[in-house]
């Protein structure tokens, strides 16, 4: 028997990285999958890929209207959707606030906390109507731990917040919402910056089990707060690191323990 092949699952940023690690994850396990995605030969491709249980929507978070109708589309073939992802972001700049324009600011800082709310915001009311659900949102360890990128982390600040918020409006409805904070992720995104010349091990340097996590162990994280597994649990932000956001304390008194 297929482990979960009761969920229906929409995950938003689907076509590529995390989202599609929790969409090949999930399929395999019998799922039936929507995918959101404003890339849409990525997308396709993966519905391809995948099987007959997964289905495409073209799709911008930072839009209601497009997700409406991307939503309203997935809806015509897939079972009333009771699991959510919501992966889809931009890619955060890296300059200091005296240099940063405020556009830039806006730009990543909207995508994150509004594109969540708009997809928590459509995703949620269908859940009400059918029952009820989960849905998992897609935080940082930059939420927990500053870093150089601004909006980047104010934005997924900003989720947790809006998570845990919505875990209690919608708790007496059956539809409980998490958030998954990732370190940092070994994404070919990540391997092409190696490729570019950037090093990557000050990263693993400083991290406690010494790499990055993989995609589909952030997708394990998806599967639990999404099954009956986790059936109590709700308003969490579960870090998935490798334990990064932990060295800070040792860094002070020398390197971390071999």
């Known amino acids: ?24 994850s999930l399929y395999e396990q019998g799922a039936v999958i929507g ?7 990525a997308g396709e491709s993966l519905c391809r890929a995948l099987g007959d249980r997964a289905f495409f929507s073209a799709g911008d978070v930072g839009s209601e209207n497009s997700m ?19 992966s889809a972001g931009v890619m955060p700049t890296r300059d200091p606030i005296e240099k940063m324009p405020v ?8 995508n994150h906390i509004s594109g969540t709310f708009i997809t928590c915001k459509i995703v949620g009311t ?16 930059l939420a927990l731990r500053p870093g150089p990128v601004l909006g980047y982390g104010a934005g997924k600040a900003a989720i947790i917040n809006l998570t845990q918020s919505l875990a209690v409006q919608w708790g007496k409805k059956n539809i409980r919402v998490n958030a998954i904070c990732p ?7 990540i391997r092409k910056q190696e490729e570019a010349g950037r090093d990557l091990s000050p990263i693993t340097n400083m991290t406690p089990m010494g790499r990055m996590a993989r995609p589909d162990e952030i997708a394990n994280a998806a599967e639990f707060l999404l099954s009956d597994a986790s059936s109590a649990v709700t308003g969490s932000a579960l ?8 060295a800070g304390g040792y860094l002070p008194y020398g390197d971390l323990p071999s």
Do not use: Y
């Not at 979960?4 to 929409?10: G, Q, T």
């Not at 409406?68 to 919501?86: D, H, Q, W, Y």
């Not at 370190?183 to 995104?189: A, E, K, L, Q």
């Open 1 to 24: 028997m297929e482990k979960h092949s009761n969920l229906s699952i929409v995950v938003t940023g689907g076509a590529s990285g995390i989202g599609a690690a929790v969409c090949k």
């Open 35 to 41: 995918i959101i995605d404003i890339d849409v030969n």
């Open 68 to 86: 409406r109708a991307a939503f309203s589309k997935l809806e015509s073939f897939m079972p009333p959707v009771n699991g959510c992802v919501t």
């Open 103 to 110: 556009e830039d600011f806006r730009r990543v800082m909207d």
């Open 126 to 141: 269908s859940m009400m109507k059918s029952g009820g659900g989960s849905i998992v949102t897609l935080s940082s360890v």
């Open 183 to 189: 370190g940092w992720v070994d994404t070919p995104f």
């Open 239 to 246: 870090v998935v690191d490798c334990g990064i956001t932990l």
